[in-house]
């Protein structure tokens, strides 16, 4: 199976910050990389497919980058409700993998 | 039309016994879609249980490797309803289990992009 690691596992920001997210695969997984957010108590929400297309609705604040085995996601101006748990998943081949998620808090 | 899955079926179970999930869905065209589970372990992260494809695409249903063997994913079309059979429950399945829809973009790219508030289930003696 192909694992996925995030790091940091949580960061804390301030308002207006830029904040990066970093996600790598154990193999290369081209651009088959899905990002979702999290807030607390709540299902999961995609938030972007295929490395770095927005998923529809979500706020341009919000990229991603990457290829191969490295991959980020960035929040251009942090905002207090992007307060969230982010996760990577591969999309490559099943079985599909989460990395182990990024908490995010306000400074 | 708003995309919805609702979960319902959730519980406390002993371990070793069976237990079945359901996902009502609505809003779109559910016979054509390709369908999954997740669960969240309480105070852990999202774990991938399975996949169901469409009955077109072949029915056939991937599964991770922890649940291999003894959960099963199924669809009835004629209700817009997907299952999860869960046999020989551990202590450890014990989690907020989530439909999804699983789609598929150009270049085969795929992503689960409607989400349920999921059903917990407790395996627990």
């Known amino acids: 199976d192909i694992q996925m690691t995030q790091s940091p596992s949580s960061l804390s920001a301030s308002v207006g910050d830029r904040v990066t997210i970093t996600c790598r695969a154990s193999?290369?997984?081209?651009?088959?990389l899905n990002w979702y957010q999290q807030k607390p108590g709540k299902a999961p929400n995609l938030l972007i497919y295929?490395?770095?297309t927005l998923q529809n609705g979500v706020t341009s604040r919000f990229s991603g980058s990457g290829s191969g085995t490295d991959f980020t996601l960035t929040i251009s101006s942090l905002q207090p409700e992007d307060i969230a748990t982010y996760y990577c998943?591969?999309?490559?081949?099943?079985?599909?993998?989460f990395g182990g998620g990024t908490k995010v808090e306000i400074k | 039309e708003v995309q919805l899955v609702v979960e319902s079926g959730g519980g406390l179970v002993k371990p070793g016994e069976s237990h079945r999930l359901s996902c009502a869905a609505s809003?779109?065209?559910?016979?054509?879609?390709?369908m999954s589970w997740v669960r969240q372990p309480p105070g852990r992260g999202l774990e991938w249980v399975g996949r169901?494809?469409?009955?077109?695409?072949?029915?056939?249903?991937d599964y991770a490797a922890p649940v291999r063997g003894r959960f099963t994913i199924s669809r009835d079309d004629s209700k817009d309803t997907l299952y999860l059979q869960m046999n020989s429950l551990r202590t450890e399945d014990t989690a907020i289990y989530y439909c999804?829809?699983?789609?598929?973009?150009?270049?085969?790219?795929?992503?689960?992009?409607?989400w349920g508030k999921g059903t917990t289930v407790t395996v627990s003696s």
């Open positions: 809003g779109f065209t559910f016979s054509d879609a390709w």
């Open positions: 998943q591969h999309s490559y081949r099943t079985p599909l993998t």
């Open positions: 169901i494809k469409s009955k077109t695409d072949g029915g056939t249903a």
């Open positions: 999804t829809t699983y789609k598929v973009t150009g270049g085969d790219y795929y992503y689960m992009d409607v």
């Open positions: 295929a490395t770095s």
């Open positions: 193999q290369s997984i081209s651009t088959y």
